[in-house]
């Protein structure tokens, strides 16, 4: 008797906890469930992935989609049919939407629309803020949420917990680990005129600058350690930082984004203006370099894209009322496989930062490696495939991108997400099936609310 599967992978080299094997992929019900030689087995699908790699589909824990529905704006349709093109099985989105996400109605509203309309698996933050703190042991806890973020530094939107006071009174509610963007309003604020003053977005990591996230990254590790709460500290920009963190890795995780990594100031700011512009800023080569060391020795656990796709009006408005941020879900993949094909990483750190270390910080459940029993959520990527990154390939409603035009060597060719193929060879296939993470922190809430 030969077994049935819904869709079954062959010839491709899988990328499996222990490393890169030639083995068959058996998918039934959206699930690994055989790999090896699967001999005569029947298939209602089969992808023969000749000369491509098979390996975990990217988990992207920072995006921003924001305003759903709002014209030329960003959605969750728009936002995860860039992340399918990109190699992206599951993205986590931010709070500082409109209205900002500070209560389960709001929470409710997104989960609605993503099981309509997502292209892959979401989840979204509750921000942290005064008036919810003393709410959020409950609020985290509940199904579709990825925890709780909060922004120490204003970036876009009003969402701020700036002071001690604050951001202690999140930490004392709740037990999941919690996300923060770590710059210091005060700071930021006295600074402030170096912005209006400025000549354009070059002077961005001047007033935006290493203290300010170095103050912030500090207040926040020990206000951490008073509180006894596990923190992930999002896009750190700045080799100082790396410093910090390193000695404190039994509570603090660590997260970087491919534009820290791959654009460097001045030069960016020069050649690309408000497009090379985000909060906490690119800075210069000194950091880059210490950013990729923090790779190197482990410091690091994430990649996040930190997605945000401001429109070209929006960003061509004359600094500093140009908003800061840079779109990102469906450019990190090539990217980082371009940085692997130039040497900076190898594919099983690639792997470990895109897929095992979302599931082992943020605790999501049978997702983030390919193993049998575990969510079939593949990226197919083609390690030897020379493309040209473009404005016109980007699917996201912004249109652009600050890599147009550049030359990298490694592709997604496929996204499969729960067995399912939804790009193949750039093109998107079938429906917006996505569904809500599931978080092991939280399969108590789960058997509750159903
Ligand atoms: O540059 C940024 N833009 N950094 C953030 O942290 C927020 C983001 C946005 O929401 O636009």
């Not at 989960?111 to 003393?134: K, P, Q, V």
């Not at 103050?215 to 923190?231: F, H, M, P």
Request: hydrophobic fraction near 40%; proline fraction near 5%; charge should be negative.
């Amino acid at each position: 008797m030969c077994e049935s599967y819904d869709l079954v992978i062959r010839n491709g080299q899988v990328m499996m906890p222990c490393g890169l094997v030639e083995a068959e992929i058996g998918v039934r019900g959206g699930k690994v469930v055989s790999l090896g030689a699967l001999g005569r087995a029947v298939a209602r699908e089969t992808f023969d992935a000749a000369g491509l790699t098979v390996l975990p589909g990217v988990i992207d824990t920072q995006v921003h989609f924001r305003e759903p529905g709002l014209e030329n704006k960003e959605d969750i349709a728009h936002g995860t049919k860039a992340a399918i093109k990109g190699g992206v099985t599951a993205i986590f989105e931010m709070p500082n939407t409109s209205p900002l996400t500070l209560d389960e109605a709001t929470l409710n509203q997104k989960l609605n629309i993503a099981s309509r309309t997502a292209w892959c698996d979401y989840a979204f933050f509750m921000g942290g803020n005064h008036e919810n703190a003393h709410l959020l042991a409950e609020l985290e806890r509940l199904p579709g949420c990825a925890g709780v973020k909060i922004f120490m530094g204003s970036s876009t939107g009003t969402l701020l917990a700036k002071d001690d006071e604050v951001i202690m009174a999140v930490l004392a509610n709740g037990t999941r680990r919690v996300s923060v963007h770590a710059e210091d309003e005060d700071r930021l604020v006295e600074r402030q005129p170096i912005a209006i003053d400025a000549d354009g977005p070059v002077a961005h990591p001047h007033w935006r600058d290493v203290e300010s996230a170095v103050k912030a990254t500090k207040r926040l590790v020990k206000l951490a350690r008073l509180a006894g709460r596990r923190v992930h500290v999002l896009h750190i920009s700045s080799a100082d930082e790396m410093d910090i963190l390193a000695e404190h890795k039994d509570l603090v995780t660590v997260e970087v984004t491919l534009n820290h990594l791959t654009l460097v100031a001045p030069d960016c700011y020069e050649r690309l203006g408000a497009f090379a512009q985000m909060n906490p800023p690119v800075r210069d080569e000194r950091h880059l370099e210490g950013l990729w060391a923090a790779i190197q020795n482990g410091v690091v656990d994430v990649f996040g894209s930190d997605h945000a796709p401001h429109t070209t009006e929006e960003k061509q408005r004359p600094y500093p009322a140009s908003p800061s941020g840079i779109p990102g879900v469906q450019t990190s993949l090539p990217l980082l496989l371009d940085h692997m094909n130039k040497g900076r990483l190898s594919l099983e750190r690639l792997v470990d930062l895109t897929s095992a270390g979302p599931q082992r910080i943020f605790g999501i459940a049978g997702k983030g490696r390919i193993a049998v029993g575990y969510d079939a959520d593949f990226a197919i990527v083609d390690l030897a495939a020379k493309r040209t990154i473009t404005n016109k390939w980007i699917a996201s409603k912004c249109g652009w991108t600050p890599y147009d035009g550049m030359a990298v060597t490694g592709w997604p060719i496929a996204t499969v997400v729960r067995g399912m193929v939804v790009m193949r060879d750039d093109v998107i296939l079938g429906e917006p099936e996505g569904e809500a993470v599931r978080f092991i922190e939280t399969f108590v809430e789960e058997k509750k609310s159903c």
